[in-house]
């Protein structure tokens, strides 16, 4: 599980592209290079020759600190930290301690903001894929009241399209190629737009057919809380491992009548067990209701 490739993109403000740049660098022992391009890319080369980007995204409302009080800023507040191809066991200290070396120079995150793992996806099947659209689809009520995910931020990361999800359970597509046809059904754009709209879903297959051969998960708010980060990434490659390995997945949501319990229960099942995940779970838990809800039936 904890083996698989990964990259992050956080996306904050309250600093600017080059203070944010200027403190991995001094962090990673690394040299930044301004790249002139679209996005205004900050690029911090770190000694391992492995490049860390900061570049601009439209749909973060920048914001910064003045006296005490926040205030609306310049585009140059709109910061997205876009990570090389890391591993957890190698890199999620590293990974931590940048988070809050950004958050002790200023940065900040607000309801604008998300954040996006992307998954290696160079060992997914036909199978696997449709199991991680099932699992997906299965947990997305659970999952959206367990991160909170911002309503600013609801129509970049939707739930699973229910149409996708009953085509791929009747169809059952043995081929990528055929689930990628299933995938841009209803969709007028060429599949190789980089800013397709099938690409904002909890669940983003766009980035695996058109992209760099990710699987994206983007239904995450921001932070620059480290260890929610690493709760984020290692959730994420739980899901992935789980889609990887079982034999097949349901769609069908089940009956939550304790949402804590089940999502502890949940995360369990998944890998996330033992003292190592211990603050994983809670802080995964920690907005659910542990109060099992009273059901009431006519006589």
């Excluded at 958050?103 to 998300?114: D, I, L, T, Y």
């Excluded at 997305?140 to 359970?169: G, H, S, W």
């Excluded at 169809?171 to 990628?180: L, S, V």
Aim: aromatic share 10%; with cysteine; charged share 25%.
């Amino acid at each position: 599980m904890l083996t698989t490739r990964f990259g992050i993109e956080v996306e904050l403000t309250g600093i600017t592209r080059k203070q944010a740049a200027k403190t991995a660098a001094a962090f990673l022992g690394g040299r930044v290079e301004s790249s002139g391009d679209y996005y205004d890319t900050q690029k911090v080369i770190a000694p391992d020759g492995r490049v860390w980007k900061f570049m601009s995204d439209g749909s973060i409302r920048t914001q910064k600190k003045e006296r005490g009080r926040i205030v609306e800023a310049g585009r140059e507040y709109s910061v997205e930290l876009v990570s090389p191809i890391l591993t957890y066991r190698e890199d999620i200290e590293t990974l931590q301690e940048l988070i809050r070396r950004l958050r002790r120079a200023g940065g900040f995150a607000n309801a604008s903001c998300g954040i996006h793992v992307h998954i290696d996806g160079a060992s997914h099947t036909p199978r696997s894929i449709r199991n991680f659209i099932n699992i997906i689809a299965s947990k997305n009520d659970l999952f959206y009241k367990a991160l909170q995910i911002e309503p600013d931020r609801m129509r970049f990361c939707k739930k699973m399209d229910a149409t996708l999800v009953e085509k791929m359970n009747r169809r059952r597509p043995k081929t990528i190629a055929a689930i990628e046809n299933i995938w841009y059904e209803g969709y007028s754009e060429s599949r190789s737009t980089h800013y397709h709209n099938s690409r904002y879903h909890f669940l983003n297959l766009h980035s695996f057919f058109n992209g760099n051969g990710t699987i994206e998960l983007r239904g995450f708010n921001s932070e620059l809380h480290a260890g929610k980060i690493r709760s984020y990434i290692v959730l994420a490659l739980a899901l992935n491992h789980q889609a990887l390995t079982q034999k097949c997945a349901s769609s069908k949501k089940p009956q939550v009548e304790n949402e804590k319990f089940a999502m502890r229960t949940y995360l369990n099942r998944i890998g996330l067990i033992g003292d190592e995940f211990k603050n994983c779970r809670e802080h995964l838990c920690k907005a659910l209701s542990g109060n099992a809800a009273w059901r009431f039936r006519a006589a």
